[in-house]
């Protein structure tokens, strides 16, 4: 009996020792996520039913099963709920300031001329620039986007606005040949441009970049010391390319090129240029942006919405071309999430081809994430859910009606989700949407400030 005991406490006590040790060699991170189907948009794009992805410091240090749970343990644990794990969207180019502008004077002929830039010449101001770009960066990560590429005037308050709402964002000074509310004399805004690159190099969410405006709105001088300044600070530039008929024509008039051949006879197409639009150009033009390796921003939405024609972004996707999407400014395609570019990408380029199978959900969802991640020349950081790659997670839910039910993740995403279906978004390792609620900003009093703007703004539209 007594020996019998002995052994029973001798057991025991390997038990205790075993469960503790077992308990001791969990890893400490800091975030895990658990029971969701996890599309890691990874080479072979593999999709792991309850999956687990495991979050230490700003990186991704984990991605499996359920198995990862007994190996590791975190402060906190986001269950979620059999909703869709993904890299965070991409929104390759935009405006975010423009949001003070929203549903004005839509469908006007020559917008540009005859509202945008007056507007913004009487409206612009870093105040304004700040407000509208915090009200944009929220819209964008209640909407699934952890990185946007934004081109804008005092583009150093967009950022500030950017970083309190907790985004990755690449920033771009706007540089453009006209006086602006940012630079009366010439070269005032690449001068300004340059003091933003050197005030956010080294940031963590922050890569400051240059963004003249297009081929035609900036002169042949300032295009040629923008492609000396990136090559010398090493930063990104982007540039509204091929966009419209009349820059296309402007360019051949002045250069005998298209604006493609012009902006590469300039040194400026290479792996730091992101190219909006690209809307028109020749079948030699993107042989040359491939050949170049430079990033394509595909607005589709804002493309239809100003009918200016369909991009041949599709073909540049399969032909291994860095293809991501944009919404392009508030102003010009209204909405900022990427969510709602992924089903009319699909539907638009099959209509195009008169061909169901030519862009299948993947294919849109590949081009959010990846694709976008590979347009900004950030695939090995960016994009897809993979081990030491930076922890941008979003967390889609599935109970809402509109999502039920699903036989397929991918289709699910492009043809019934929308931005509302958003749950949880992780930038940089940090929680900023939870609950389908922004953390790091007080949405309200965003939108009440906002909205002071409104009746000035009204005023000045009425005058043009
Ligand atoms: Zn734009």
Redo the contacts with the bound molecule.
């Keep these: 009996m007594k020996s019998y005991l002995k052994g029973a406490l001798l057991l025991g006590s390997l038990f205790i020792v075993g469960c503790s040790s077992l308990v001791e060699k969990k890893e400490s991170a800091n975030i895990i996520i658990k029971n969701g189907t996890v599309l890691t948009m990874n080479e072979k794009r593999d999709i792991i039913e309850n999956g687990v992805i495991v979050i230490k410091n700003n990186k991704i240090i984990s991605v499996g099963t359920e198995d990862l749970l007994k190996k590791y343990s975190a402060n906190k644990v986001i269950d979620a709920e059999d909703g869709i794990v993904m890299p965070g969207m991409i929104n390759t ?3 975010a300031s423009m949001t003070v502008f929203r549903s004005l004077a839509d469908d006007v002929p020559d917008r540009l001329n005859r509202y945008i830039f007056p507007l913004e010449n009487k409206m612009v101001s870093p105040e304004m620039v700040y407000l509208g770009a915090r009200h944009g960066a929220t819209e964008m990560a209640l909407g699934g986007v952890t990185t946007m590429v934004d ?1 804008y005037l005092f583009e150093d308050d967009a950022a500030r606005a950017v970083k309190e709402v907790g985004l990755r964002g690449v920033m771009t000074q706007n540089i453009i040949k006209y006086p602006t509310a940012d630079g009366q004399k010439k070269g005032e805004t690449l001068e300004r441009a340059i003091a933003f690159v050197e005030k956010y190099k080294n940031d963590e969410l922050i890569t400051p970049g240059f963004g003249p405006h297009g081929p035609h709105t900036v002169t042949k001088e300032e295009l040629l010391k923008i492609k000396e300044l990136s090559e010398k600070y090493n930063v990104p530039v982007s540039m ?1 390319v091929a966009e419209t008929d009349v820059e296309f024509d402007r360019i051949k008039k002045d250069f005998k090129m298209t604006p493609v051949e012009y902006l590469d006879s300039l040194g400026l197409l290479n792996e730091r240029f992101i190219a ?2 690209n809307i028109f150009v020749t079948d030699s033009d993107i042989e040359l942006m491939k050949k170049r390796d430079i990033g394509i921003a595909h ?1 589709m939405v ?1 493309n239809i919405k100003s009918a200016k024609g369909i991009s041949p972004a599709l073909k540049m996707h399969d032909m291994g071309m860095r293809v991501g999407l944009g919404t ?2 508030p102003m ?1 395609g209204n909405t900022l999430d990427i969510i709602g570019q992924m089903g009319y990408v699909a539907k638009l380029h099959k209509l195009d081809t008169k061909d169901r199978s030519a862009l299948p959900p993947k294919k849109a969802v590949e081009m959010a994430t990846i694709g976008g991640a590979r347009a900004i020349h950030r695939e090995n950081e960016l994009g897809s859910l993979e081990i030491g790659k930076l922890a941008d997670v979003v967390v889609i839910e599935t109970k809402s009606v509109n999502m039920n039910p699903i036989f397929d993740p991918y289709s699910a995403l492009v043809y019934s989700a929308n931005a509302s279906n958003v749950d949880t978004v992780i930038v940089n390792g940090k929680v900023i949407v939870e609950d389908k609620k922004i953390k790091t900003v007080d949405l309200e009093k965003n939108s009440k400030e906002l909205n002071n703007f409104k009746g000035k703004v009204q005023k000045i539209a009425e005058t043009l």
């Design positions: 180019h935009t405006h081109m509204h909006a639009h607005n804002a392009d400014g010009s």
